[in-house]
């Protein structure tokens, strides 16, 4: 099966090309999708290159809009049967991504989510993340009975159709809950997988924030009551 990946960037030229040679060295047929959103250091010009090189396709923004806006740009050019979701660091290991594919075909499966929970040795970046991460989950199996445990894990994988036809609106970290809110509401089965993960830190450049917390749950609040 073919995946696209989409990998949105916003000043990462330190893990820039770490990450995307793990991603091209993935043994599975694929489509690389790089969107560039107005990064200030030498992260276009490391894109750039690859790109050049045929190596991924590349789209820019000319300013700043978000991570679910890059995530927007770069699904209106995936051809693969499945989209899924790759951060430009390093907290993610896309050796895990061909696990997810495969547990897609055996359940010929809607979404595959990557879950840091089941994976006891999983690490944590900082506790108000992991409980405002648990926070969420809880608030999206109440509203929408996806019975997930990881609301807020990067690796969402789901067929590429289906992602599109959602009509995703997000601009910036509300990406994970609205896809969540709309597979919910179309009561697609969501299957998961555990997953490696190690977090960084705020000072090595971890983006989100606590009012990113806040904007999720009014997302999840908000898509059901609408």
Same mark, same amino acid.
Not at 105 to 134: C, L, M, Q, T
Not at 147 to 173: A, G, H, Q, W
């Given at each position: 099966?073919?995946?696209?990946? @989409? ?10 090309? @770490? ?14 999708? %790089?969107?560039?959103? &107005? ?28 991570? *679910? %806006?890059a995530i927007v740009t770069g699904l209106a050019h995936a051809t693969g049967e499945y989209t899924i979701i790759q951060d430009a660091d390093l907290e993610y290991d896309p050796n895990d991504i061909p696990k997810m594919l495969a547990a897609a075909g055996r359940h010929n499966a809607?979404?595959?989510? *990557? ?16 409980? *405002? ?6 608030? %999206? ?6 019975? @997930? ?31 969540? &809110? ?21 000072? &090595? ?22």
């Amino acid at each position: 099966m073919k995946l696209s990946i @989409i990998v949105p960037v916003f000043n990462e030229e330190d893990s820039l090309p @770490i990450i995307m040679d793990r991603l091209f060295e993935l043994s599975v047929e694929k489509q690389i999708i %790089a969107v560039d959103d &107005a990064s200030s250091d030498n992260s276009p010009d490391i894109l750039k290159k690859m790109a050049d090189a045929g190596r991924l396709t590349l789209f820019t923004h000319s300013q700043n809009q978000g991570k *679910g %806006a890059a995530i927007v740009t770069g699904l209106a050019h995936a051809t693969g049967e499945y989209t899924i979701i790759q951060d430009a660091d390093l907290e993610y290991d896309p050796n895990d991504i061909p696990k997810m594919l495969a547990a897609a075909g055996r359940h010929n499966a809607d979404a595959v989510f *990557g879950s840091r929970i089941h994976n006891p040795e999983a690490g944590v970046s900082y506790r108000r993340y992991y409980w *405002g991460g648990k926070l969420l989950t809880l608030l %999206a199996n109440i509203l929408y009975r996806v019975n @997930i445990s990881d609301e807020s894990t990067c690796y969402k994988m789901v067929k590429t159709d289906l992602m599109k036809s959602l009509n995703l609106s997000c601009r910036r970290f509300e990406f994970c809950p609205e896809l969540v &809110a709309k597979l919910g509401k179309r009561k697609i089965k969501i299957f998961e997988i555990p997953i490696y993960y190690s977090p960084r830190k705020i000072e &090595a450049g971890k983006k989100i924030r606590w009012h990113d917390g806040l904007e999720a749950i009014w997302t999840l609040i908000k898509l059901r009551i609408t």
